[in-house]
Nanobody
Framework: QVQLVESGGGLVRAGGSLRVSCAAS????????LGWFRQAPGEEREFVAQ????????SYGNSVKGRFTVSRDYAKNTLDLQMNDLEPEDTAVYYC????????????WGQGTQVTVSS
């Protein structure tokens, strides 16, 4: 029901900043929660951040809290992740995901965008 397309990944030096974006389509903003996950080589997929459609309430994983900011543009139906103070440990493929407000299961996923942080 929801289609997700990420963009904005790239290469950045440690301590720098990068913004990745997700374009969502196929549903009303108030009907689903949008979020970001990431997966580094040899590691399991990790929760990064999410934001609700109705009240815009965000939440973050402990490893990124205080450095990353998630936001939604309801007119454009996009999800952004502003990443500051990047560390080499942030290197991963970043995935946009969506779930129904009635479920805790992340059902829909984008293809992912690579973020690489050099030392």
């Amino acid at each position: 029901q929801v289609q997700l397309v990420e963009s904005g990944g790239g290469l950045v030096r440690a301590g720098g900043s990068l913004r990745v974006s997700c374009a969502a389509s196929g549903g009303s903003s108030s009907d689903y929660v949008l979020g970001w996950f990431r997966q580094a080589p040899g590691e399991e997929r990790e929760f990064v951040a999410q934001i609700r459609g109705s009240d815009g309430s965000p939440s973050y994983g402990n490893s990124v809290k205080g450095r990353f900011t998630v936001s939604r543009d309801y007119a454009k139906n996009t999800l952004d992740l502003q990443m500051n103070d990047l560390e080499p440990e942030d290197t991963a493929v970043y995935y946009c995901a969506a779930r129904s407000v009635l479920s805790f299961q992340w059902k829909w996923w984008g293809q992912g965008t690579q973020v690489t942080v050099s030392s």
